[in-house]
């Protein structure tokens, strides 16, 4: 398989959730990828998350409904470990659409509302340190 190489940084789409031009950390330090979601509200077997943020741009009042959802524990860099809600969602690389699970978060204190972790990493990119938003680029040229 042909890995692309990204930079530690990037801006991409989550056309699922509605969210256009999200900034992301390409973290290879963490297992699994995690989004920024302002409220959750677990209701009649679905889950409702609000995906909105006045520290984060482009992040608008979104409300998404999912039906599948899952939780999962995941372990921080400081060793704490939490229980979080799990969805599968869709993100644009390159122009290329390619499915995601990603946990939910509280992250209005973090500089980037979305973690790019080794699960959605593997067997498709490189992460090369020194660049930055290569994927964004390529789709604004």
Known sequence: MNKKIIGRIDIVDFPGLGLFNIDVKIDTGAY???IHCSKIIEENNSLRCIFNSDDHK???????IFDTFSRTNVKSSNGFKENR?????????FGKTYKINLT??????????VL???????????VDVDLENVSFNKKTQ
């Open 85 to 93: 809600y799990k969805v599968k969602s869709e993100v644009v690389f």
């Open 58 to 64: 482009n992040f608008g009042k979104t409300e998404i």
């Open 104 to 113: 939910l978060s509280t992250r209005d204190d973090m500089k980037f509302p």
């Open 32 to 34: 699994t990828s995690a």
């Open 116 to 126: 790019i972790g080794r699960q959605f990493l593997k067997q498709k990119f490189i």
